[in-house]
Nanobody
Framework: QVQLVESGGGLVQAGGSLRLSCAAS????????MGWFRQAPGKEREFVAA????????YYADSVKGRFTISRDNDKNTSYLQMNSLKPEDTAIYYC?????????????????????WGQGTQVTVSS
């Protein structure tokens, strides 16, 4: 079993930055592709970013490309989401997720159904 715990959320003004962390339990973290999703009130959970097990390939939603950066440190069992130039529309609960699938396509990594484990979420609020 893998447990994921997000941290780093908070309240920030538009144009500001936050860095979210996702700490994973278990020695198999380095084998998992990781993703970040977000869900605003009244909206469906949407893909934000994903990273392969090695960190060599990353994917981003068009809405965050150029502003957000996903990374991971397999020695620390932690994934990160650096968020810069934040906008009010980035306000949401942010979730990290992990998948056990070894070979997973970029299409699947963009879907909530492509992941096996989820964190509890961390609130990000961007004021205008």
């Amino acid at each position: 079993q893998v447990q994921l715990v997000e941290s780093g959320g908070g309240l920030v003004q538009a144009g500001g930055s936050l860095r979210l962390s996702c700490a994973a339990s278990g020695r198999t973290f380095r084998n998992f592709a990781m993703g970040w999703f977000r869900q605003a009130p009244g909206k469906e959970r949407e893909f934000v970013a994903a990273i392969t097990w090695s960190g060599g390939i990353t994917y981003y939603a068009d809405s965050v490309k150029g502003r957000f950066t996903i990374s991971r440190d397999n020695d620390k069992n932690t994934s990160y989401l650096q968020m810069n130039s934040l906008k009010p529309e980035d306000t949401a609960i942010y979730y990290c997720a992990a998948t056990r699938q070894v070979a997973v396509s970029r299409t699947v990594l963009r879907l909530p159904s492509g992941y096996d484990y989820w964190g509890q979420g961390t609130q990000v609020t961007v004021s205008s």
